[in-house]
């Protein structure tokens, strides 16, 4: 749909406010990943969604009510079986009017089509960032932008991918670990002074001194393949 009805529960709505609500950040990408905007109820207004409490009610005076066996999985295939030989085809007590028809002669076109991916479900969770520029998660540790250190960040991660984010600016992404105790690191998040020197990083410096310096590096580079990396340092 283009616009969906929330109560303002916290899985929705983290504040609420008639004129700018604060919509929970995960049901919010969850929307916009739809293409769907919210409009939250008002506070102590039972009216805003009485029709949906009535939709529930019905669910389970008419379905649940006549079960007499107590198997999930029957339950589900019973539970489509009703809804689509029942309660989609009877005349409805308000509109007197059947659901199936009016969706597919009126509601079914005025909907978004599906994206090609659906919405990937992430644990949010915050972490602070300790000495070492690391956020800890499930007994690992994750670099992040040394600037960070010391302060609390939101994470989000799912079986295989952690994301960590600046209130909403994302600032690291790993894989995540299946061993314990690992640091996975990434050499850009060290200070500058901390990062591994590429070969081309001291060719550039040498080369800023003049060709002699440059021609310098690359004797001992071929003498000594091991330790000039010490050696010109």
Partial sequence: P?????????????TPNFYEPTIQIQYAEFLEHYNCAPITARVRRGQDKGKVEAGVKYVKMNFLKRMEHTDYYQLEKDLEHWTSNICNKRLHGTTKKIPEE???VSEKKEMYPLPSKRYELFKIEHRKVNNYAHISYKNN????????IGKKLMIKANQNILKIYDDTKEIAIHQISKKQGEFTTIEQHAPPEKQKKTTEMYREKAAAFGNETLLFLEAVKKEKKETWTQVIR
């Fill in 141 to 148: 540790f994750y670099s992040v932008p040394y600037c960070y």
């Fill in 2 to 14: 283009h616009t969906v009805k929330t109560d303002n529960l916290k899985a929705g709505v983290s």
């Fill in 102 to 104: 009016i969706f597919e």
